[in-house]
Nanobody, 117 residues
Framework: QVQLVESGGGLVQPGGSLRLSCASS????????MGWYRQAPGKQRELVAT??????TNYADSVKGRFTISRDNANTVYLQMNSLKSEDTAVYYC????????????WGQGTQITVSS
């Protein structure tokens, strides 16, 4: 049973920074992709950033240059968020896609980020 536990959310002023963490546990192969998605009120969940087990990263255009995704060898993924804007306000979800031996998709419980003065 794979579990993902997020931490680091909260309230921040525009222009500020936050760092999210997502710790995973359970049986996880070394062929996986971890990432962050977000969902604002009234909107669909959208991709923020992903990172493969080999370190390849992908970002939504809206966060390029401001957010940085990283991970460690223990399958913990981080999201460093700088220059935050009000439009970054959303619930942020950690995601793990595992590809061996079968494809599986796992989600964290979500953490609220509010960017407001």
């Amino acid at each position: 049973q794979v579990q993902l536990v997020e931490s680091g959310g909260g309230l921040v002023q525009p222009g500020g920074s936050l760092r999210l963490s997502c710790a995973s546990s359970g049986s996880i192969s070394n062929i996986n992709v971890m990432g962050w998605y977000r969902q604002a009120p009234g909107k669909q969940r959208e991709l923020v950033a992903t990172i493969t087990s080999t370190g390849h990263t992908n970002y939504a255009d809206s966060v390029k240059g401001r957010f940085t995704i990283s991970r460690d060898n223990a399958n913990t993924v981080y999201l460093q968020m700088n220059s935050l804007k009000s439009e970054d306000t959303a619930v942020y979800y950690c995601n793990l896609k595992d590809y061996y031996p079968d494809r599986s998709d796992h989600w964290g419980q979500g953490t609220q980020i509010t960017v407001s003065s």
